[in-house]
């Protein structure tokens, strides 16, 4: 759940760069003749990304009976994608927005492939619209394979059109002590807007995030586990406390939605566990 800066590429540049070398003549005329439609169809995206009306836009739209959805979807493939073409470049433009090479969406995993926000299955029409392409990992990528808005509240987070970045959202809870347990989850906050919380808490849900981070918690907590319990032993409580404080703001200066972040929080705010009941 990061924010990215949109990519300024247009649609019409992405369908220029990827129709320069292509051997179908008529295919190629009918594409220019129709960058009126696609940018049009862009703006319309746009607006309804902006809005929450994704599941009002219907599916398959064609523009023409050359230039068709199986067509376009051929261009994002074969041209925009595929390496040693002249438009693998703009593909590798929006790579490079991943924040430190991240996925944006569960903000864990290595960006390695170019998501279609829409699918493009059932969108062929945004196969190439900038807007509707983002960095993501295979996980996230394929783990929303098919999944569409059918109300306000089901649009996932978008990278470029939602910032959350200011504020501390994502919570860890210390479920028990004692052969420690955790669990992750969008924190209440009284004045957030009560839509962009059901959105977050579907992107939370939709991705899997609780199950990513908790699982990725219980390691970093093996790995430190004896470390805590030697600065309780031998330096007492109030170390020990010192010590989660500092690892919980050296992670939030970097990130205060990180699930490193949250484990730190969670494990220096609990004074069950600053009292020593994890040994
Ligand atoms: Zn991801």
Redesign the pocket.
């Known amino acids: 759940m990061k924010f990215i800066v949109k990519p300024e590429i247009t649609v019409e540049a992405v369908l220029t760069a990827c129709i320069s070398n292509l051997s179908d003549v008529a295919l190629k005329d009918e594409y220019t003749a129709k960058v009126r439609i696609l940018k049009s169809h862009e703006n319309i995206l746009e607006r309804k990304i902006r809005s929450l009306e994704l599941h009002t836009i219907p599916q398959n739209v064609q523009i023409s009976a050359i230039a068709n959805e199986t067509a376009l979807k051929k261009l994002y493939t074969d041209k925009l994608s595929k390496k040693g073409q002249l438009a693998r470049e703009i593909y590798d433009d929006i790579m490079i927005l991943a924040p430190n090479e991240?996925?944006?969406?569960?903000?864990?995993?290595p960006?390695d492939t170019l998501d279609h926000f829409l699918p493009k299955a059932n969108f062929p029409i945004y196969s190439i619209t900038p807007i509707n392409l983002l960095p993501?990992?295979t996980?996230?990528?394929k783990g929303k394979l098919g999944s569409i808005p059918t109300r306000a509240s089901e649009h996932t987070l978008h990278p470029y059109f939602d910032n959350i970045e200011d504020i501390q959202w994502l919570e860890c809870i210390i479920v028990q002590v004692k052969k420690i347990k955790f669990e992750f989850r969008v924190k209440h906050l009284p004045r957030t807007d009560v839509m962009l919380r059901r959105r977050m808490e579907h992107h939370f849900a939709s991705?899997g995030l609780n199950e990513l981070y908790k699982s990725q918690a219980s390691s970093e907590y093996m790995n430190i586990e004896s470390h805590l319990k030697r600065i309780f032993n031998n330096k007492g409580k109030e170390e020990l406390r010192e010590f989660l404080f500092e690892a919980y703001l050296s992670r939030a200066e970097v990130d205060i939605n990180s699930w490193q972040t949250a484990l730190y929080k969670a494990l220096h705010d609990n004074e069950d566990f600053i009292e020593g009941k994890f040994l």
Do not use: E
């Open positions: 991240k996925c944006p969406y569960c903000n864990h995993r960006a993501a990992c996980q996230c990528n991705y």
